[in-house]
């Protein structure tokens, strides 16, 4: 595994999920690790040497700011809050389109923009930033707004990438195929009745993947932290994938 020894890590929605996940293998690996979520309950259990845990909720501009000079200069931002809105165009409304658009982009780009000034004044910072396959990448049924905000992160990352690339700031983005986490388990409830009983909405799931199963929170955090660490220094705007074969 990539080193991340000497190096201050903050993870948005590190609770539960791929952020938990994240923020144990950046520690694993060697870094220092804020994780932060806006149900602190859910941080229970994460704090260590290496691990310290805060409030923030990623709606909350301010919050945003306060939580970045608490934090001071850090090496790595994963922006890994978001939520997965289900439904098509005509089942979307405006109210879900402005609070997928807060949380799922707004928010990046406030902490992109609290976190990065630290970064030019050391030359040195990596960003990522949690997308889908569900985005730019591939049209999946029932994401409209879900795939809309995931593919505006696409184009953040790359924009970002691009203007600061010459700065030494790299910024790239995770689009993972389905993953086993808390909030799957609500959309396979969700999808239920629809499908005729939970484990039919789960198998509904397995079935996209072409490798015959869901991915885990571990192996979308390996893949953070090799871009996190020097190994992938010659990496910036990219979207990379890692779904288990969804996209072939
Ligand atoms: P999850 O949805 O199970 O958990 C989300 C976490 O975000 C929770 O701990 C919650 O408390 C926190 N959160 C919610 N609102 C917040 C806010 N306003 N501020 C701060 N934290 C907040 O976790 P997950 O399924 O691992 O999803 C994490 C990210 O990965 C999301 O951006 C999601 O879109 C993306 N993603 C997930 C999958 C998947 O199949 N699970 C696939 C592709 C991308």
Known sequence: MASLTGKTAFVTAAGQGIGRATALAFAAAGAQVIATDVDTAKLAGLESGQIRTAPLNVLDADAIKRAAEAAGTVDILFNC??????????????????????????SMFRTMQAFLPGMLKRGRGVILNMASVASSLKGVPN??????????????????ATDYVVRGIRCNCLCPGTVQTPSLDERIEANASGAGSASAARAAFVARQPMGRLGTP??????????????????????IVIDGGLTL
């Open 218 to 239: 571990e192996e979308i955090a390996g893949l953070a932290v090799y871009l996190a660490g020097d190994d992938a220094r010659f990496i910036t705007g990219q979207s």
């Open 143 to 160: 994401r409209f707004i879900y795939s809309a905000t995931k593919a505006a992160v696409v184009g953040m990352t790359r924009s970002v």
């Open 81 to 106: 809050a978001g939520f997965v809105h289900q439904g098509t165009l005509l089942e979307a409304t405006e109210d879900e389109w402005a609070f997928a658009f807060d949380l799922n982009c707004r």
